[in-house]
């Protein structure tokens, strides 16, 4: 005698079937969420890691050449990734043994960010990339530009040479070439 099928253990089945609908939904939103997130991070430490600025750079006083003198006894550039920019610290010893540190956070937009500690007065910094290696910064102060600097990293990532035109405190004209070398 047959009693067909047993309407408990379908309803059962049924909502086993439903239970396993849901956590698969559960898990795989969990997953692409992770994985959204998980990317979303990757490409900014691989972004910064590409940057060839980002690391401390040292100051090489005999292959760079300073217009109008004298040349610092030392120098040190921290560039740090930041947002869509950088955070630059300089720490420079002038050659008056007097200590000077300028920083400023600032993105490659062409906007103004507070600038503070600089040597030639300036009070904002905006950033432009020209290509991966090459960078523009202009420093102004009460929005006239003071000092442009063009920034590029050499091929094998071991020197950085910066070009400073402009004028300094007391309005001399400056023409430096400066070379860096990473540490």
Not at 1 to 10: F, K, Q, T, W
Request: charged share 25%; net charge positive.
């Amino acid at each position: 005698m047959s009693l067909g099928p047993d309407p408990v253990c379908n309803s059962l089945k049924g909502e086993e079937s439903t239970m396993h609908s849901i956590w698969r939904a559960v898990t795989l939103g969990i997953v692409v969420t992770l994985a959204v997130v998980l990317g979303v991070n990757v490409t900014n430490l691989s972004a910064q890691a590409s940057d060839p600025r980002v690391g401390t750079w040292k100051l090489n006083v005999a292959k760079s050449k300073y217009s109008p003198g004298p040349a610092p006894q030392s120098q040190t550039l921290k560039v740090e990734a930041s947002g869509k920019g950088e955070k630059v610290t300089s720490e420079v010893v002038g050659a008056d043994g007097k200590r000077n540190t300028s920083t400023y956070t600032a993105n490659f937009d062409g906007k103004d960010y507070p600038l503070s500690g600089s040597l030639v007065g300036a009070d904002k910094v905006s950033l432009k990339r020209i290509d991966a290696r090459t960078t523009e910064r202009t420093d102004k102060k009460d929005g006239k530009t003071v000092m442009t600097l063009k920034r590029v990293v050499s091929q094998d990532g071991k020197t950085m040479t910066v070009t400073s035109k402009g004028t300094n405190a007391e309005g001399k004209p400056v023409n430096n070439v400066v070379v860096f070398e990473k540490q």
